[in-house]
């Protein structure tokens, strides 16, 4: 259960309903959500929503890597919403369900694509040590490009944020959902992908 309520749209102020409005209608998607969450201060939302556009509607990476990149941050926090949003997506940008299922269980997943492999060596160096060795740094920027690689890390900024609020409020997936991932033990699961 919802430790802080989402706003719903009939129960929102006006400007809570122009805020998420303008977030939910531009998804297509009813209220819902670690966003209908931060709806609670929609100046927040807004400025948050303005980032989120920034960097995946304007399609600064590959879709792809991005929907990748967003998974491995679910799975580093162990979070249900986010990660429930993201799998599906990343079957549909081509990530095959081995990779998901390895991600999932927190392996090393074996790619095919050098695209991917580099994107998990840079997600899984950023979040697990807080830094980003030189072999995979080097290999991000040959592959993004340095503006790329930059929007990488807001991303992983972005939905580490995304997913804190999830765990932190614990919004409720849809009816019928069941969580995706198995719950962190502690410490000892949860903050890593292998």
Same mark, same amino acid.
């Given at each position: ?17 122009? *805020? ?8 297509? &998607?009813? !209220? ?65 369900? =081995? ?13 095919? &694509? ?6 998990? =060596? !840079? ?8 830094? *980003? ?22 991303? *992983?900024?972005? !939905?580490?944020?995304?997913?804190? *609020? ?20 502690? =410490?000892? =699961? ?5």
């Amino acid at each position: 259960m919802a430790r802080i309520s989402e706003v719903e749209r009939d129960g929102a102020t006006p400007e809570q309903q122009r *805020v998420g409005d303008a977030i939910f209608g531009s998804r297509n &998607e009813d !209220y819902g959500g670690p966003s209908a969450v931060m709806l609670h201060t929609p100046e927040l939302a807004q400025r948050f929503e303005d980032l989120r556009d920034a960097l995946i509607r304007d399609e600064r990476l590959p879709k792809q890597l991005l929907h990748f990149a967003a998974l491995l941050v679910a799975r580093f926090w162990s979070s249900q919403y986010t990660w429930w949003k993201r799998e599906e997506m990343c079957r549909a940008a081509g990530i095959h369900d =081995d990779v998901i299922e390895a991600v999932r269980q927190r392996r090393r997943p074996v790619f095919d &694509e050098p695209s991917l492999e580099i994107t998990y =060596d !840079y997600v899984a160096g950023l979040l697990e040590r807080g830094r *980003v060795d030189e072999a995979s740094h080097a290999r991000a920027v040959e592959l993004l490009g340095e503006q790329g690689v930059i929007a990488l890390v807001l991303l *992983v900024g972005l !939905y580490s944020t995304l997913a804190m *609020v999830s765990d932190a409020f614990e919004p409720d997936l849809p009816p019928g959902i069941a969580k995706p991932l198995d719950e962190p033990a502690g =410490d000892a =699961d949860g903050g890593r992908l292998r």
